[in-house]
Nanobody
Framework: QVQLVESGGGLGQPGGSLRLSCAAS????????MSWYRQAPGKQRELCAA???????NYADSVKGRFTIPRDNAKNTVDLQMNSLKPEDTAVYYC?????????WGQGTQVPVSS
């Protein structure tokens, strides 16, 4: 079955950087879109960034200019490079893959941002 496994979470410093990675297994033909979502305490899950198979990207206004979403179609991986971290970036970050009508999620990785 399809699995998405995140790694790279942990304590971030305000103004610092962190890189999250997501590796997919069990997927044939790859994902149409791979994305990173996040869910802060007491809030709904929201989209951070998305990358299509063709290379188009989309970012939430709150992370635009600070986060990037490198994707490797051949390896079925997607990263989230987070720069200029802010305390409000504190959340559980989830990797997401969409193939046709099927939606797959990773287990999530915690990213607290605090000095």
């Amino acid at each position: 079955q399809v699995q998405l496994v995140e790694s790279g979470g942990g304590l971030g410093q305000p103004g610092g950087s962190l890189r999250l990675s997501c590796a997919a297994s069990g997927v044939i033909f790859g994902f149409d879109t791979m994305s990173w979502y996040r869910q802060a305490p007491g809030k709904q899950r929201e989209l951070c960034a998305a990358a299509t198979r063709s290379g188009s990207t989309n970012y939430a206004d709150s992370v635009k200019g600070r986060f990037t979403i490198p994707r490797d179609n051949a390896k079925n991986t997607v990263d989230l490079q987070m720069n200029s971290l802010k305390p409000e970036d504190t959340a559980v970050y989830y990797c997401n893959g969409v193939q046709w009508v099927n939606n797959y999620w990773g287990q999530g990785t915690q990213v607290p941002v605090s000095s």
